[in-house]
């Protein structure tokens, strides 16, 4: 029996003002390699989903397991927890400085005290994407919404997470500039074939572009799944 990379039992979430259920006993499962579009009306607790699952919030109730193996709250299984199932969020935050600035920022962590910066492989991945040689040095303030995206994204994909969890990536990008963040997206997925992503968006056209598997959202549970009609296609 084949063990999914990241999967969850009876998982619940709570609104903190008025204890009001947001996420009612889901389960999932996300094998290696999979790729996962989520959809649903606005309201329907697909970022309370992800927010919980990367316990960026603590579920109410139920139970998480990586690789099989259960996920346990306290602050050092948290911190673990989070830097392989990695939350993206829809708006791009990034530091003063430059680009490199903000890609080094993850390894002044503890948790990545013995993982060092490799400036070849971003350098490369930006050249892929098209980018200026010296975009490494470009200022922070001076990068495009869909610039300021890809780094945000770069500085995570960059320390290798399990699984991808990402929140509307693209929904505040013109349309070239989501295309450049689904390459990056792909690229990192290609050099890490067991890797798995969870994507929630609005836009059909780009569930189905981004999804072998798509789920679907509405009260807070998951009612349905189905294939893409474009499975398999990058």
Not at 51 to 65: D, E, F, K, V
Not at 180 to 201: C, D, F, G, K
């Amino acid at each position: 029996m084949i063990t999914p990379v990241f999967s969850g039992e009876g998982v619940c979430q709570r609104a903190h003002d008025d204890g009001r259920m947001l996420l009612k006993d889901i389960d999932f499962q996300l094998m290696a390699g999979a790729r996962v579009a989520i959809s649903g009306a606005s309201g329907a607790g697909k970022s309370v989903f992800l927010r919980t699952i990367s316990l960026l919030n603590l579920p109410a109730a139920g139970m998480l397991y990586r690789h099989g193996k259960p996920v346990h709250l306290s602050s050092s299984c948290i911190a673990q927890h989070r830097s392989q199932i990695a939350y993206v969020r829809q708006q791009a935050v990034l530091i003063p400085g430059t680009v490199r600035d903000n890609l080094i920022l993850p390894f002044t962590l503890y948790h990545y005290r013995h993982v060092k910066f490799q400036p070849d492989y971003v350098q490369q991945i930006f050249q892929d994407l098209g980018k200026e040689e010296d975009f490494l040095e470009r200022d922070a303030t001076d990068l495009s919404g869909g610039e300021a995206q890809l780094v945000c994204l770069l500085r995570i994909v960059q320390l290798n997470p399990s699984v991808l969890l990402l929140d509307e990536p693209t929904a505040s990008l013109d349309e070239d500039s989501a295309r450049t963040v689904q390459r990056l997206v792909n690229q990192w997925q290609q050099a890490n074939p067991e890797a798995a992503y969870m994507w929630i968006s609005h836009s059909e056209q780009q569930v189905m572009e981004v999804g072998d598997e798509i789920w679907y959202l509405d009260a807070g549970r998951i009612t349905h799944t189905r294939k893409s009609s474009q499975a398999g296609m990058q």
